[in-house]
């Protein structure tokens, strides 16, 4: 079946250091959404990426979606403490691919910030 | 608050037991999601509700559980004679009919079954 994999698994970095997490699924997909989670809460959408190629920026976040639609990124600039947490990306294979909003979940980066 | 709703927040049971638990969707949402997320682990989806309508069903909702959104408004999930490995959390999300997988999650139900 379909899967989508999220790497790396955790992240620790020091305050004001970037950091980058990479989605990539095994099918091509029609879109895909970021998510954060922080600890005790639960997913809080960030962003839709549905065109190939398309880049997004939401502040200090960048989000990618590749080419082929089946892979993306998020990379935060100079992180802060209240980026901590888990980030998911969920891919869709849309109507065409069959998909009633079935999202496709990552396994999730955790990401710690270290004051 | 106009957010996706979930009653309730926590319930611990005894292994055996039957539980419900319930979801209010962004009041003009018609489309209704139920995921169940494990430590460690993203979102899984269970089912999905297009109005009162239960469109689609994940192989992992077995015949111990059911949902039911019967006025296309709030849903909610029963799971019959709970096991051990049914402790998780319970997710409910939401979204519209033109942008399906622009989901909304609630704070979920953490079930725990003893």
């Known amino acids: 079946g379909q899967q989508v994999m999220q790497i790396p698994q955790y992240q620790h970095v020091q305050e004001g250091e970037d950091f980058t997490t990479y989605c990539n699924s095994s099918?091509?997909?029609?879109?895909i959404q970021w998510y954060k989670q922080r600890p005790g809460g639960h997913p809080v959408f960030l962003i839709q990426?549905?065109?190939?190629?398309e880049v997004k920026k939401q502040k200090r976040l960048t989000f990618q979606f590749g080419e082929a639609k089946k892979n993306s990124s998020l990379h935060i600039t100079a992180t802060q403490t209240t980026d901590v947490g888990t980030y998911f990306c969920?891919?869709?294979?849309?109507?065409?691919?069959?998909?009633?909003?079935?999202?496709?979940f990552g396994k999730g980066t955790k990401l710690s910030v270290k004051p | 608050d106009t957010g996706v709703s979930q009653d309730p927040r926590h319930k611990i049971t005894k292994r055996g037991q039957n539980v419900t638990f319930r979801c209010d969707p962004i009041?003009?949402?018609?489309?209704l999601y139920w995921y169940r997320q494990t430590l460690g682990q993203g979102p899984e989806f269970l089912t999905y509700?297009?109005?009162?309508?239960?469109?689609?069903k994940s192989r992992l909702l077995s015949d111990r559980f059911s949902a039911e959104r019967p006025k296309g408004s709030f849903s909610t999930l029963e799971i019959q004679r709970t096991e051990q490995g049914d402790s998780a959390m319970y997710l409910c999300a939401s979204s519209l009919w033109g942008s399906p997988d622009t989901q909304y999650f609630g704070p979920g139900t953490r079930l725990t079954v003893l």
């Open positions: 509700f297009q109005n009162e309508a239960q469109l689609e």
């Open positions: 009041s003009e949402h018609n489309r």
């Open positions: 969920a891919g869709s294979k849309g109507f065409y691919g069959g998909s009633q909003g079935n999202l496709i």
């Open positions: 990426l549905v065109k190939s190629g």
């Open positions: 099918t091509t997909l029609s879109n």
